[in-house]
């Protein structure tokens, strides 16, 4: 057979760039540690790196992002950008594909404070980010014959006298506007934005991977992942490429009328509704509201970053979901071809 050793070693090595970062604890891994690692391993791997700072997200109306970062204690936050492109890629292309990435450092829940059980590994709410970001290195590894961009939202989410309230009205980087409603549900804020800049970009897909719900890990456990997207095609090769990789995802209801539940009386949109049922299915509505339209897009909700015992081969609890997943879409399912 034609076993493919430098795919397989590509993909192991960013499963375990995903697990370590993701293991590092709050104090190491800080936004400016993560933005100065990011740096070194774009020069390394020649992917070019820009870094937007809170001024440059002001500038460009990423008022969403920004309430999550209003209650850090320093301003270190921004979203890093990143570009992989084949020897063969004109510069100026859009990229086939944009990976986006939550990258919340350690998540307190905010002004709506966590309990003690649900903040303790609240470390781990970055690796999102890790998996595009190791995804990204992966395909530059491989010389993969893809351009590529990823986006990753780098903030905590902290509670203080300067941090984003339930009730805060605030405009997203697209006009969107959006009524707060519960502080813990930050990571949507956080990506609303991230995605409304990649989109700009306009790439044939778009792709994030966020921490995002535990109704995703109610509705799921930890043995899969939950995804949704707007593309009926796509829904099709999410799930193979689940299938084929051993990164099993199950696919949730995107059907439009999910958006009642997330009416507002006074913004475009509720950043999530007050009851908490099918928040991951609402989460994902709302995002969708960031995604420019008609492009392709799928969300990955991570429920399986962490699972007691590990999961399949990977016997650490720590599980680096999601490289191995999306080599698989975008380089043996030929999801791009199909788009």
Known sequence: GDFALEHTIAVARGNNLVRWLTALPPNKLDARSYRESIAALAKQHGLQMRWLDENELRRLGANAFLAVAAGNADRTAGIAHLEYRPKSAARATPPDVALVGKGILFDTGGTNLKAHRSMLEMHIDMSGSAVALASLIALAELRA?????????????????????????VTA???VTIQVIHTDAEGRMALADTLALAGRTKPRLMIDYATLTGACVYALTERMSGVFTNSPALEVKLLAAGRASGERVWSFPFDEDYDSDIESKVADV???????KGDHILAARFLSRFVPKGMAWAHVDLA????????????????????????????????????
């Open 270 to 276: 509720l950043q999530c509704n007050v009851e908490g």
């Open 145 to 169: 014959p893809v351009t590529a961009d990823a986006w990753l939202a780098i903030t905590e989410n902290r509670i203080g006298p300067t941090a984003y309230r339930p009730q805060d009205v």
């Open 304 to 339: 399986a970053v962490m699972r007691s015992g590990g999961l399949a081969h990977v016997n650490t609890d720590l599980t680096g979901f999601g490289v191995r997943y999306t080599l698989e879409l975008l380089l043996k399912q030929g999801v791009l071809e199909s788009m």
């Open 173 to 175: 980087a697209n006009g």
